[in-house]
T-cell receptor
Framework: GAVVSQHPSWVICKSGTSVKIECRSL??????MFWYRQFPKQSLMLMAT?????????EQGVEKDKFLINHASLTLSTLTVTSAHPEDSSFYIC???????????FGAGTRLSVL | SQKIEQNSEALNIQEGKTATLTCNYT??????LQWYRQDPGRGPVFLLL?????KEKRKERLKVTFDTTLKQSLFHITASQPADSATYLC???????????FGKGTKLSVKP
């Protein structure tokens, strides 16, 4: 149980375009999901906390107009990187709060490359 | 500010030996601490959780200890195997929404 699916796993886009990443909890409902960014050999950096039916809470320094988060249902959160630039190239990972003692279940990640 | 540190960036050991990874934290009094495993290009996978009132927790070849006086958790893998090679992350809960703060991780390499 507790499977989180993240799609796509890999995307290449041109500078200036927008990219949407989906995160789904497949066998449980997740009121809270999280979006992380990870650079090579670095730890996970929390970007935002996504709550079903309400606005996301962004971490300091994360541009909310650039990284749009929508959590419209209990099983789906999306992250849209708007007007992507090469510096947005990174590994983006989502997770869902499993509820019990805040154990998080992670998606497999999305490798974004902006040309 | 709250900090969580994993002092060793990398740990290389021989197959069959016990790997011991360290996690220290400051300015924090967590009710529990979590350990995750991350393989290259993948999301982390939850391994173990230990509560503040538990000294030790075991799961198969894994053992975690939690010393709230030293503000430290140790993560042990006994009889290590090359398949145990991965990055191991410790994490603490921050905030009411269940946000986790992660350490930078320790990359474990088990040589045959």
């Amino acid at each position: 149980g507790a499977v989180v699916s993240q799609h796509p796993s890999w995307v290449i886009c041109k500078s200036g375009t927008s990219v949407k990443i989906e995160c789904r909890s497949l066998d449980f409902q997740a009121t809270t999901m999280f979006w992380y960014r990870q650079f090579p050999k670095q730890s996970l950096m929390l970007m935002a906390t996504s709550n079903e039916g309400s606005k996301a809470t962004y971490e300091q320094g994360v541009e909310k107009d650039k990284f749009l988060i929508n959590h419209a249902s209990l099983t789906l959160s999306t992250l849209t990187v708007t007007s992507a630039h090469p510096e947005d190239s990174s590994f983006y990972i989502c997770s869902a709060n499993g509820g019990h003692e805040n154990i998080q279940y992670f998606g497999a990640g999305t490798r974004l490359s902006v040309l | 500010s709250q900090k969580i540190e994993q002092n060793s960036e990398a740990l290389n050991i021989q197959e069959g030996k016990t790997a011991t990874l360290t996690c220290n934290y400051t300015n924090y009094s967590p009710a529990y601490l979590q350990w995750y495993r991350q393989d290259p290009g993948r999301g982390p996978v939850f391994l173990l959780l230990i509560r503040e009132n538990e000294k030790e927790k075991r799961k198969e070849r894994l053992k975690v200890t939690f010393d709230t006086t030293l503000k430290q958790s140790l993560f042990h893998i006994t009889a290590s195997q090359p398949a145990d090679s991965a990055t191991y992350l410790c994490a603490l809960v921050r905030g009411s929404q269940g946000n986790l703060i992660f350490g930078k991780g320790t990359k474990l390499s088990v040589k045959p």
